[in-house]
């Protein structure tokens, strides 16, 4: 890789990591969105993004556990089938062109998703188990497929019917984002074992900014602003992916 696509991606890395981690996303949309439009293989695209999530995903959950906003009994229910199905989902290899196709999709409900959220009551209550058992095997099974950790798709799922307020959403959404990536990744090194030889100064930024980001977001500022922000992102990078 040029040493200008490098430090683009390095900086984009560490940017996307803070904001995310603000959210407790750990950024794996967005180091999608990056990769594509830097027209990097799909094959190196998935397992970067597990692995950059698995890190920030440790941070954001250490940040708001330690802030007082995690709960076991929130968490359990979404958890429980969701990591055997990320697993499925990471040995599943797509056609490059399905996999561009569901990923521009992944990134344009995300997009949605984040607008919505902004606009949601701070109003919550507990999800019927059924409901909950049956969202996480979902999601878990397309974190799997496209190499995200499932945030993109639970925080928003939660606030908008109710099941948990924006903090305690992003403290449960970030344990998930780990564990989902982490068997994702599994998964996919089942039949490549390889990661990018770039991988080492990614890991770096994204600890850097995920330390940042995580730190703020469960102790200092709303993320409304930063949720819009990244709407656009994914918007842009989503339509990218399904009409080029």
Do not use: C, D
């Amino acid at each position: 890789m040029q040493i200008e696509f490098l430090s683009l991606l390095i900086f984009s890395v560490f940017a996307i990591a803070v904001l995310y981690s603000s959210v407790g996303h750990a950024g794996a949309s967005g180091y999608i969105a990056v990769m594509s439009l830097l027209s990097l293989a799909t094959t190196e695209i998935k397992p970067t993004a597990l692995t950059l999530n698995i890190l920030v995903g440790s941070i954001a959950a250490w940040q708001f556990y330690k802030a007082g906003h995690f709960s076991w009994a929130l968490f359990w229910p979404f958890a429980l089938l969701a990591v055997p199905f990320a697993f499925i989902g990471g040995v599943i290899n797509l056609p490059a062109h399905l996999f561009k196709t569901i990923l521009g999709a992944v990134l344009l409900y995300s997009a949605f998703r984040f607008f919505v959220q902004s606009k949601q009551s701070s109003h919550a209550h507990t999800p019927p188990k059924w409901a909950a058992l049956t969202s996480g095997a979902v999601i878990g099974l397309l974190s799997g497929l496209t190499g995200t950790g499932g945030a993109i798709f639970l925080t928003p799922l939660m606030l908008i019917n109710g099941w948990a307020e924006p903090k305690r959403a992003a403290a449960v959404s970030a344990l998930f984002v780990l564990l989902n990536s982490a068997a994702g990744l599994a998964g996919f090194m089942t039949n490549q074992s390889a990661l990018p030889s770039y991988i080492a100064p990614l890991l770096l930024a994204a600890a850097l900014g995920g330390t940042i980001g995580a730190y703020i977001g469960s102790r200092r500022v709303q993320s409304a602003t930063i949720k819009k922000l990244l709407a656009i992102v994914l918007l842009i990078a989503g339509l990218k992916l399904i009409f080029t």
